[in-house]
């Protein structure tokens, strides 16, 4: 199999760019000379070698720029790349040919794309290290290898590494560059943990890429000087193992070899020991012939290869029963009274309690207790959760207890009208305080003792001021739910919390979250973002380790504080199953669902019916419009059911029957009266873990389910898949069996989520506040995140598509030169799009649409919805009385929701990949930024994905819409701007030790047809 000369020239590219981003560090040695005389010329101060050196090293700055120069047409782009890469071809004796007239808009836009990811890798890169020695030339017994740099700090070598790119990526297709912008980092032991047989070219990126590690840890080894870091550098983040000795280069190796041994299909194990052995040196690879559809194990470089047998026979077994280990931390009552005695204990004794204990062991019961002990005796407490229902259940008990309370919330709403655009007013009382935020501080400086509970939105528009008056008026302040507050909660409470740490003025605080799972992950945390002053981001951390004590108690200091990290564990005897399904329309088939469920418990003897009729099943699907027809399918056929979601505010007393909900039965909803528990994908083709960050969530509303020895409770997983081949429903099951085994019962697998703290106002909105009964325009960006979710699930409910439809042409500013696979634009100033449209369509159902509609609107659980159409569309109930049929209403519809023009652009980034396809058919699956996991649990955070045409260069790509208020926003005098923001996030999130970074395989299909 020949070598594609234009992968080749894509790697120089990306070579040349690191180089020129090196080049004010850089040496590069004139032949003749190696290592050993370019530290002699260091120690012995030989100027002529190493003025040699730099200005070899320095050619790359102007051959990168003149082939970057702005202003050129094509041709004579093009020209300059083959005269550049021609030069470079000579030199080094590259085996490969550059034909310019072959070069397509692609191939040039995507050598440009590469260039300029490389050189700012290279700047990133050249933060760390000092000097560089670039194709430093390592002697050894047969001869020397070439790795592409060795760092230096002074005269000592710290890092050895290499410019990787992954060739098979990177043939002009929409496939590849999906896969390109797909990485992420892993440590060896979440690897390991995770394993799993993989299909044949998700097990073909992984061997390729695993190899690029091989070839460094080979330079190590014979590089033979250590400690040093062995550093792999993508275009898409660097990698740096640290080897303190020679043996940790043997472990590495060891390590990578199990990880492809246990994730290598089934059909390459025949070759398994050529594929192995292969490894050491990192030449190895495997290709796909796309011709032939067959994948080939090359030792090097132009061998013929063997050829690897692909078995694509389906999986037979889509369900079954799950063989999990017995709980181990049992005795609900003895840890409940542990529990509160221990609680109890450290509220008196520390200022800063983390109480990260089970789900189960009451850590809202001691609360309670507490802040009623510090109300009688003349108090304050103030109460913080992300959830209104928690709020008013914390309300209720506390008043049954006799307890005095106050829970704020804003009192205006906004309403949305169509004139010749959207046009949203401010509905509010024009006297006295509407705003949560202002509300929450009047009601804390009464004089009066008792409990005032708060969203933790309310608590985040508070500015440092604000807290200090937090401190003086309270004497508890309580943090519910605290990483799932959303990303902006946590920086405020963060940054709160250093606040209080330095000058606490008496005032305890309580963190409630039994997310935070580990103390090593945690506790080093907090006392990073407390202690700092200025902006701090502490990465997304996975952490496998076994938390070997019960309770696992933490004590530490901050400032002027003591604090204590304390979790007691509890198990539940459950039983589990897990279940592929296909889906062939826009709603799964629930009565295969309910029949699959059915069958499995069957084999435990438990009637599903039985259970459904006394109303002792809870569905969680995180998606409205599952959760709603759901709802209806199990009521139409005589199933006491209850829907819970965000929108809707019940109290546990209210939660009878079965219930369908969303992620809010994480939080604060009392499960323990239900006997199964299932979880249905929120869409078809979901894996769960590639969404193994999010776990807590599941293990939350598991945990809420409760179960006993000898009336044991029952958890089944969904599947859904849709038309890929590649995942079909014995796929899915596996997969589930996988999740569940190694990654949800596992108590060593730990997470933590990204957190920031300090720095300003990064997710607070832009613009000033309105007024009461003041209207303005409604820009794209905001429609699409604050109005358009609730009409799509209100049109889906009766059997209609709602789907925006847009053309934009924007100005956009320079590329922010982010450290991400992207070029990241933010939208420059506001435009008028005359051509939005939300396309109206019927879908195929079985039901009357027209009657539908009219049900739909009526319906109590669309109540917000109805009357945001009616708002938008004072002629519905006319329509539907007069058409002739769902075609007639759609049309109608339609047209009575398009506006004129509406604004866009005010608040919005433009994420492209770095890499261009040839032409862009249709969109790649579930596409997400980098940028998203930084805005976890934001609800003014949105992505949509998007074509993206740039006429100057005559090539289109898929593009993310990255949509939230900070994107507008101008900078005040205490804020870091957000640029300087995300990079400094992404730098942490990229440049990570002792972590690989590698193609996201977890996906379950390979972005091939």
């Known amino acids: 199999m020949k070598e594609n000369p234009l992968t080749v020239l894509y790697g120089e590219a990306f070579e040349l760019g690191v180089k020129a981003g090196l080049a004010s560090k850089a040496y590069q040695l004139p032949d003749g000379y190696d290592v050993e005389d370019f530290e002699d010329a260091l120690l012995e101060g030989d100027d002529t070698l190493l003025e040699m050196a730099r200005e070899i090293a320095g050619e790359s700055l102007p051959l990168y ?88 700090n002074g005269r000592t070598p710290v890092a050895i590494g290499d410019f990787k790119v992954l060739f098979g990526y990177f043939d002009a297709d929409l496939t590849n560059v999906a896969w390109s912008v797909s990485f992420e980092t892993y440590s060896m032991e979440e690897l390991l943990t995770r394993v799993k047989r993989i299909s044949g070219y998700s097990f073909k990126t992984l061997y390729n890429a695993a190899g690029k590690y091989a070839k460094v840890l080979n330079y190590a080894r014979k590089f033979d000087r250590f400690p040093i870091e062995a550093v792999v550098v993508f275009p898409l983040g660097i990698s740096i193992l640290e080897l303190g000795s020679f043996s940790a280069i043997g472990e590495y190796y060891s ?64 369900m079954g029963h799950i063989k999990t280990p017995r709980p181990f931390y049992t005795g609900v009552m003895k840890r409940r009274l542990r529990h509160e005695k221990d609680l109890m204990k450290y509220l008196e004794e520390f200022d800063l309690i983390i109480d990260a204990s089970d789900q189960g062991t009451g850590k809202n019961y001691v609360f309670l207790r507490y802040a009623s002990d510090v ?73 009066e003792p008792g409990v005032v509970l708060a969203t933790s939105q309310a608590f985040q528009y508070l500015n440092p001021e604000s807290w200090k008056s937090v401190l003086k008026y309270t004497d508890l302040v309580v943090f519910d739910e605290f990483t799932n507050s959303g990303a902006g909660a946590v920086e405020s409470t963060l940054s709160f919390l250093r606040t209080f740490s330095r000058n606490p003025r008496g005032t305890k605080v309580a963190i409630l979250d039994a ?90 003897e438990v009637n599903l019916e039985n259970l459904l009729k006394d109303g002792k099943v809870v569905f969680y699907v995180d998606n409205r419009l599952y959760v709603d027809d759901l709802t209806e399918f199990l009521v139409e056929r005589g199933y006491p059911t209850t829907p819970v979601h965000s929108e809707i505010g019940l109290s546990n007393e209210e939660l009878g029957g079965n219930v369908v909900g969303t992620s809010s039965l994480a939080f604060g909803v009392n499960l323990e009266n239900h006997d199964v528990l299932v979880f ?33 409770k029952h958890v089944i997983f969904v599947g859904l898949t849709g038309n890929d081949e590649n995942y079909s429903e014995g796929v899915a099951y596996l997969s589930l069996v996988g999740f569940i085994r190694n990654l949800l019962l596992n108590r060593d697998f730990h997470i933590r ?53 847009f053309k934009f042409e924007f100005a956009l500013s320079e590329d922010w030169e982010l450290p991400v696979p992207f070029r990241v634009h933010r939208i420059t100033g506001e435009y008028v799009a005359n051509n939005f449209t939300l396309e109206v369509l019927p879908l195929r159902v079985q039901f009357d649409h027209v009657e539908r509609f009219q049900e739909v609107l009526a319906d109590r659980k669309y109540r917000r919805s109805a009357e945001l159409l009616r708002n938008l569309v004072p002629k519905i109930d006319e329509y539907l009385s007069s058409v002739k049929n769902e075609h007639e209403l759609a049309r109608k519809l339609e047209k009575a929701l398009r506006p004129s023009y509406i604004l866009a652009g005010y608040s919005s980034l ?36 998007v074509k993206v045409v740039e006429k100057d260069k005559g090539v289109e790509n898929f593009g993310i819409l990255a949509i939230h208020p900070v994107f507008g926003m101008t900078t005040g005098r205490r804020d870091v701007p957000v640029q300087e923001k995300l990079r400094m996030a992404m730098v942490e999130e990229r440049l990570r030790k002792n972590r690989f970074y590698l193609p996201n395989v977890w996906k379950g299909h390979d972005w091939r047809k």
């Open 515 to 604: 997310s935070m799972t580990h103390p090593g992950l945690y506790v080093d945390a907090f006392k990073k973002h407390l202690s700092s002053r200025g902006m701090v981001y502490t990465p997304l951390e996975v952490l496998v380790s076994r938390v070997e004590e019960d309770p696992a108690v933490r004590e530490f200091k901050v400032n002027s504080i003591r604090a204590v990290y304390y979790r007691i564990h509890l198990d539940f005897p459950l039983e589990y199953y897990a279940m592929g399904l296909g889906v062939h329309s826009q709603i799964p088939d629930w009565n295969a669902v309910i029949a699959g469920a059915s069958e499995l418990l069957g084999e435990r």
């Open 680 to 712: 249905i994908s929120p869409y078809p083709g979901y894996r769960h873990d590639n969404n193994a960050y999010g776990i807590e969530l599941y293990r939350q509303v598991i945990k809420r389910l409760r179960g006993y020895e000898g009336g044991k």
């Open 255 to 318: 390590k990578l070899l199990e990880l492809l041994e246990k994730m290598m299909p089934e059909s390459f194990m025949e070759h398994a020991r050529e594929i192995l052995d292969g490894f050491y040196t990192g030449n190895a690879f495997i290709k796909y012939d796309e011709t032939s559809g067959t994948f080939y194990f090359h030792k090097k470089s132009k061998d013929k290869g063997i050829q690897l047998r692909w078995d694509k026979r389906p999986i037979q077994q889509n």
């Open 753 to 805: 989520l990204p957190m920031f703290s300090g720095g300003g106002r990064f997710f607070k909105p832009s613009g000033g506040n309105m007024k009461p009964g003041e209207s303005r325009e409604v820009s794209f960006e905001a429609f699409m995140r604050d109005y358009y979710p609730s009409l799509k699930r209100l049109f889906m409910a009766s059997g209609f598509s709602l789907r925006p439809v």
């Open 375 to 447: 109300v009688s005796n003349g108090g304050k407490v103030l109460f913080i959760s992300p959830r209104l229902h928690i709020l008013s259940e914390t309300k209720r008990k506390l008043e049954r207890n006799g307890i005095k309370t106050l829970l704020v919330s804003s009192s205006a709403r906004r309403k949305l009208k169509k004139r010749k655009t959207y046009v949203e007013t401010l509905e509010a009382p024009k006297t006295g305080t509407y705003q949560a935020s202002r509300k929450l501080l009047r009601s804390l400086r009464t004089e």
């Open 910 to 945: 433009l994420l492209v990949p770095f890499l261009y396809p040839l032409h862009v058919d249709e969109m790649p699956h579930r596409i997400e930024s980098p940028l998203k996991r930084l805005f976890f649990g934001e609800s003014r955070y949105t992505e949509i994905p």
């Open 65 to 152: 720029n003149y082939v970057l120069e702005n202003g050129l047409d094509r041709d004579a782009r093009i020209s300059r790349i083959v005269e550049v890469f021609r030069k470079k071809q000579v030199k080094r004796a590259l085996k490969f040919s550059i034909d310019g007239s072959l070069l397509a808009n692609t191939d040039v836009a995507n050598i440009l794309s590469l260039l300029q990811m490389g050189y700012r890798t290279g700047k990133i890169l050249g933060e760390r290290y000092e000097t560089f020695l670039l194709e430093a030339p390592v002697g050894y017994s047969l001869g020397y290898l070439y790795p592409d740099f060795i760092a230096f």
